[in-house]
């Protein structure tokens, strides 16, 4: 059975930072891709960043330059390091793999930007 399980959320200061971790379990989490998503109040969820198993990379414009994605297969986690966080940043923040033509989902992490 696959598990998504993030933490590392919180209520943050704008220009502040985050870690977040998502670990993973029930995959051979060394040959996944791993992505984050986010979902604010109102809104579609949204992509974030991914990592492939080889190490590529992406990000959503929106976050290029203030958020990396990392991954520790010996831990089969993958974390979002955000920085310089804005109050647009303020959503529930998703992990998210593929086992074939399935996504599994986490429960989810709120960030809350705020002053």
């Known amino acids: 059975q696959v598990q998504l399980v993030e933490s590392g959320g919180g209520l943050v200061q704008p220009g502040g930072s985050l870690r977040l971790s998502c670990a993973a379990s029930?995959?051979?989490?060394?040959?996944?891709?791993m992505a984050w998503y986010r979902q604010a109040p109102g809104k579609q969820r949204e992509f974030v960043a991914r990592?492939?198993?080889?190490?590529?990379?992406n990000y959503a414009d929106s976050v290029k330059g203030r958020f990396t994605i990392s991954r520790d297969n010996a831990k089969s986690t993958v974390y979002l390091r955000m920085t310089n966080l804005i109050p647009e940043d303020t959503a529930v923040y998703y992990c998210?793999?593929?086992?074939?033509?399935?996504?599994?989902w986490g429960q989810g992490t709120q960030v809350t930007v705020s002053s």
């Open positions: 998210n793999t593929q086992q074939g033509p399935i996504d599994y």
């Open positions: 029930g995959i051979i989490f060394s040959v996944k891709p």
């Open positions: 990592i492939t198993n080889y190490g590529s990379l």
